[in-house]
């Protein structure tokens, strides 16, 4: 009995540190104050979330530099440049860019898994190019916003909503998910776009070290490693195209 009121008490214990402590920190992780109370693209479509996460970081990089490797993000895509046995079933996250996957519309689907409709993943709600992107589906929204701080510095932000329904089936499964195993991932992810995108940025200022795209478009090289042959890096690629969906943002 004595060793049941420990573990009991170890749990309480836990769960309070959670509640108080990590998941305050962890669904504001990178943000400021000013990030965090501003109004984003999509804040109106779950306006009671229970689970309302903003995390940012600055990239040294332009947003043009950065936006592709969001467009291209996805799995069967690019991956998430997370965990890619967790979410990507393996299969190693791009390291470059894809220009087929460099035109997003309105009603893409952004596939979280091998199984796609309306409840497991998400479509292209809305967008502006170069700015910001709109994810959801029933219940959730993902959004991705740029914002420039001078011409190479750009603060990344993701806002991640979502309402749980408490009806469903796979709720249990849904708030394991959510409430401990998104900020790992999520933090690795930006992380893993922040490095991408400095990789970019860095090759894009040296012209006389690329390739040339037959379409006029440099694909950056990495110097040559002395113990091995050359390897290719991240690509600054193309602008993605200028379609919007001309909602404003805010």
């Not at 060793?3 to 992780?29: C, K, S």
Request: glycine share 8%; proline share 8%; net charge positive.
């Amino acid at each position: 009995m004595r060793r049941g009121i420990l573990i009991g008490a170890g749990a309480a214990a836990g769960g309070l540190a959670f509640a108080r402590l990590y998941r305050p920190w962890h669904l504001r992780w990178g943000a400021t104050d000013t990030e965090l109370a501003m109004t984003l693209p999509g804040d109106e479509l779950v306006p009671a979330a229970e689970f309302d996460a903003t995390r940012a970081l600055t990239v040294a990089a332009r947003p043009e530099d950065i936006w592709p490797w969001i467009v291209q993000m996805g799995y069967g895509r690019a991956g998430f440049y997370s965990y890619d046995l967790l979410d990507n079933v393996g299969r190693p996250s791009a390291t470059e860019l894809i220009p087929e996957l460099q035109r997003p519309e309105q009603g893409d689907w952004v596939a979280m898994s091998g199984t796609v409709n309306d409840n497991t993943a998400f479509r292209v709600h809305s967008f502006e190019t170069g700015r910001w992107m709109l994810w959801a589906k029933p219940g959730s929204t993902w959004l991705w916003s740029l914002r420039p701080i001078d011409e190479r510095h750009t603060r990344l932000i993701t806002r991640l909503k979502a309402a749980y329904r408490w009806t469903r089936p796979t709720i249990v499964t849904d708030l394991l998910l959510m409430e401990l195993g998104d900020f790992p991932t999520m933090r690795r992810c930006l992380l893993g776009i922040r490095r991408r995108a400095e990789a970019s940025a860095v090759a894009a200022t040296a012209p006389s070290a690329a390739a040339t795209e037959p379409g006029g478009a440099a694909i950056p090289r990495e110097p040559r490693d002395r113990s091995g042959p050359r390897s290719p890096v991240p690509s600054a690629g193309r602008r993605p195209s200028s379609r919007s969906s001309r909602r404003p943002c805010s």
